[in-house]
């Protein structure tokens, strides 16, 4: 037991939970059919907002993770509203914009680190250790503090993506849920059915933004340390593949896809092809990935099976 | 029907050009309520136009369009369809992926309310709602004749099928005007019979129709009105007997639809 | 002082122009956004580089081979991440998708075979420095403006007067109507990425012998302050392409001057949310409703 729950493997499993809520804060959006280049900017937005939070005002992690999940709302509704009330593309290009305009000023922004970022953010780790022992709770079955304190800590994120999935499931089989995906498949037809398309596609927006901002949290209080190169671009691009890959109908999708790329990417970590880590290579992997998989099988890994309406009273 | 009814649709001057080219000119329709009103014209006459404009897909350039009272040139579709205006499309735009029945209850969306709250905790309020919501898709689709299709994926019904699945949704937002354009078009005589009954059904309800049609047989036995259509403009308007009559309208049809003029001699 | 600033703003403004012309003239065609054009800019600055450090070559075969070099990368970008996906039919995400996935695959191998470190370029021209009036300019300022002077021109050149221009504005109005015509819209196509590719390799190497370097993360800046050009002239218009590099360059340089250097890229940025909450349709475009229709 102590060896399967090691603090390697552990990590890896919190790392994957984090990252299938960031696959499925884009994935949100794409319910609607639109692209989102931003959530990298709202996961910037969050992190900080909890490293500051915390860092600068002894914020406890009750409360910076909500104010990591609002803050990216209230910058969504009019970023959202500005680009989603026009075509397709605007969005991709206002949200690329958003992302790297995120970057560019938390790098000058001297509070908050400049390029070198905040450090020293209480870990959830760390808090959840010095708990049990305050509580002079003996690990079980052999674990060490850390051990235990981590496996909490992966059971606290995979709740929250618990969380998160059952929200988008149960929205999904509702109203709000027809609404987006009847823009999804023909915004025109939606709009002419009396649905009012820009609204529901700056909820979807606002809704992913909240997801990324709530993982950006979750992020800085598990990584001690936030910088804004971490969420540059090609973080943007990640999270797109996650989706992409592992299935972009789907909620469980991103999981899948976050499952399958972090899994591996770690799993591989150490392993040499040809005299070349494959890790260096992951974001060439990634944006193959994209290509082929949009090419050949654009709904991704994983697809839902049609839901029986006949059953419903 | 009597001719003091009040108009459910008031269209005046409504015009539209694309650069330099003259879609829709100055076209004036008023459609009384209760009424089945067709909309003819030779191919490339603007009808469609005149329909996108109406319903808020496009923004007129100039002129005016009142729903029951209520000015609604240049507002959002949804916005006209919730104030009582439903349409079909010539193409056809049903969500192909979604069955026959989720096709229509989407349609029930304006006329509920319940959002994330409602659908994420499942309150009372919302399970009453989704429950009426599924009931009045069932009956749309029965009253449209499709009940036995309701898992049936709309992207695999057949042609007539999924014009008449296109109907049931555009009745389920509870419209007062409903507008088919071209609802006949590759139908057989049985079919198109099927659907003449299908409207007349329609109007018993209570709901108006403006109705673009290509099928002489449809629009002679069905309108209560017409309008024609030439080159963007109105031709001429009245009643199936006057327009048949009409010497512009023979001509402007000269060639294209020979049936028309011995059709319901 | 003012003028001269304004002078560095449309030295500079004019490969942004360059840059946004490359999307302007893909998006005319496709109706998409190109997003591995950064790259096809990043690989010119990358072969001019090679071809002046390594081979010696001087500045105007440099320029043409960096040209050539993203012409070719736009070929492989055309045949393996657009005409694949216009054969399916699909939305219009997956082309953007794709796109970025090149995007990535590209930059990410250069970084690889550059470890990430920028490339100096070894400039050959002479460091002169010409004066006008009370205005100054180094002859590396001088070389870029006029080149891309020299492009803008012979691009609406091409698109006016030949056939080709003309076959690429067919294609832009509408690809049906063009191929009724007898448009070969394939052919079309692939030289109209062929020569978006060449603009963006072009202002890779000009930007390249401003900076006296190059690297393989240059793309991502210069992709990005394009598309706010784009923006901010309208969506597929070649006058606003232009115009909107220049005030954007000239912005960027009272920024440097007068604000701060950090913020430089921010206004690109800034412009671009200013232009999609009041007139999304850019300076030159035609209506804001249009931009509304999908």
């Known amino acids: 037991m102590a060896v399967l729950l090691n603090n390697y493997y552990l990590q890896v499993a919190t790392f994957v939970g984090v990252n299938a809520l960031l696959g499925l804060s884009v994935y949100l959006v794409l319910s609607t059919g639109q692209l989102t280049l931003g959530n990298a900017g709202f996961m910037a937005l969050g992190a900080y907002t909890a490293a500051l939070l915390a860092t600068k005002a002894g914020a406890p992690v009750w409360i910076t993770l909500p104010a990591a999940a609002l803050v990216p709302a209230i910058v969504a509704i009019p970023l959202g509203y500005a680009s989603l009330r026009l075509r397709g593309v605007y969005l991709a290009i206002a949200t690329l914009g958003f992302t790297e305009t995120v970057r560019v000023l938390f790098q000058n922004w001297e509070f908050a680190g400049g390029a070198l970022g905040i450090k020293n953010i209480p870990s959830l780790g760390r808090m959840v250790q010095n708990g049990l022992k305050a509580a002079g709770i003996t690990p079980p079955a052999g674990l060490s503090h850390a051990q235990l304190a981590n496996l909490v800590v992966m059971l606290f994120v995979l709740l929250v993506l618990g969380l998160a999935l059952a929200f988008v499931y149960r929205q999904a089989a509702g109203r709000v849920g027809r609404a987006y995906a009847a823009i999804r498949i023909d915004e025109i037809a939606a709009e002419a059915m009396g649905i009012n398309i820009t609204y529901y596609k700056v909820l979807a927006f606002v809704q992913g933004a909240v997801l990324a901002g709530l993982a950006g949290g979750l992020v800085a209080h598990i990584n001690f340390s936030v910088s804004p190169a971490e969420f540059a671009f090609s973080r943007a691009v990640e999270m797109l593949t996650l989706v992409v890959v592992g299935g972009s109908t789907t909620p469980l999708g991103p999981v899948l896809g976050a499952a399958l790329l972090i899994g591996l990417s770690e799993g591989l970590r150490d392993f040499s092809l040809f005299g070349a880590r494959l890790s260096d290579y992951r974001l060439i992997l990634y944006g193959f990935l994209l290509m082929v998989v949009v090419a050949l099988r654009p709904q991704g890994l994983l697809t839902f099976a049609p839901r029986r309406k006949g059953a419903r009273a | 029907m009597t001719e003091y009814a009040r108009p459910i649709l008031e269209v005046r001057g409504l015009t539209r050009t694309f650069g330099g080219l003259v879609a829709v000119s100055e076209v004036d329709l008023t459609v009384p309520e209760g009424a089945i009103f067709g909309l003819i014209g030779p191919n490339g006459a603007g009808k469609t136009t005149l329909f996108n404009l109406i319903t808020g897909l496009l923004p007129p350039s100039g002129g005016s369009v009142t729903f029951a009272g209520q000015p609604v040139t240049g507002r959002r579709p949804h916005v006209i369809t919730r104030l009582g205006m439903a349409r079909t499309f010539q193409n056809i735009r049903l969500f192909g992926s979604l069955s026959a029945l989720e096709n229509v209850v989407v349609g029930t969306h304006c006329r509920t309310r319940s959002g994330v709250w409602g659908s994420v905790f499942r309150t009372g309020r919302t399970r009453a709602e989704e429950a009426e919501a599924w009931a009045k898709a069932r009956a749309e689709l029965e009253f449209v004749g499709l009940a036995d299709l309701v898992d049936a994926p709309a992207g695999g019904l057949a042609y007539g099928q999924q014009r008449r699945l296109e109907i049931a949704r555009a009745l389920a937002t509870g419209p007062r005007l409903l507008c088919l354009d071209e609802p006949a078009a590759g139908m057989n005589e049985t079919e198109s019979e099927e659907l003449i009954d299908l409207v007349r059904r329609i109007q018993r309800r209570g709901i108006s129709v403006l109705i673009i049609e290509h099928d002489m047989h449809v629009v002679m036995n069905l309108c209560d009105r017409i309008a024609v259509l030439n080159f963007g403009r109105k031709l001429a308007e009245g009643t199936p007997a006057e327009i048949r009559a009409n010497p512009d309208v023979i001509e402007a049809y000269l060639g294209r639809d020979e049936d028309a003029a011995d059709q319901g001699a | 002082m003012l003028l001269q600033q304004i002078l560095n703003g449309i030295t500079q403004g004019g490969t942004y122009a360059l840059v946004a012309l490359g999307y302007t003239l893909i998006f005319g065609v496709l109706e998409i956004i190109n997003m591995a054009h950064g790259e096809l800019f990043m690989i010119g600055a990358m072969v001019g580089w090679a071809l002046v450090t390594l081979f010696g070559w001087s500045l105007v075969p440099a320029l043409l081979g960096g040209m050539v070099g993203a012409a070719l990368l736009g070929v492989v970008l055309e045949f393996t991440a657009l005409r694949p996906l216009r054969r399916q039919g699909g939305t219009n995400l997956s082309p953007l998708i794709s796109t970025i996935g090149l995007g990535m695959v590209v930059q990410n191998l250069m970084v690889r075979a550059t470890n990430g470190q920028p490339l100096s370029f070894r400039v050959p021209l002479s460091e002169g420095v010409i004066r006008l009036g009370p205005l100054q300019m180094t002859t590396a300022q001088l070389v870029v403006l006029s080149v891309s002077i020299f492009l803008m021109v012979a691009l609406q050149w091409t698109l006016s007067r030949t056939r ?44 390249g012998l401003s900076f006296v370097s190059v690297s393989a993360t240059m793309g991502l800046p210069y992709g990005l302050k394009g598309l706010a050009v784009i923006i901010l002239g309208g969506l597929g218009n070649v006058k606003g392409a232009v115009a909107g590099g220049l005030i954007i360059g000239v912005l960027e340089a009272l920024t440097v001057a007068y604000g701060g250097a950090g913020y430089k890229d921010a206004v690109a940025f800034g412009f671009l949310f200013l232009m999609l909450l009041l007139r999304p349709q850019g300076l030159f475009g035609i209506s804001a409703a249009a931009v509304r229709r999908s």
Do not use: F
Not at chain 3, 165 to 188: C, Y
Not at chain 3, 194 to 205: I, P
């Open chain 3, 164 to 207: 080709l221009g003309r076959a690429v504005r067919a294609v832009s109005e509408n690809p049906e109507t063009a191929a009724l015509l007898g448009v070969n819209v394939s052919a079309v196509i692939l030289a109209t990425v062929m020569l978006a590719a060449a603009l963006g390799g072009a202002a890779g190497v000009l930007v």
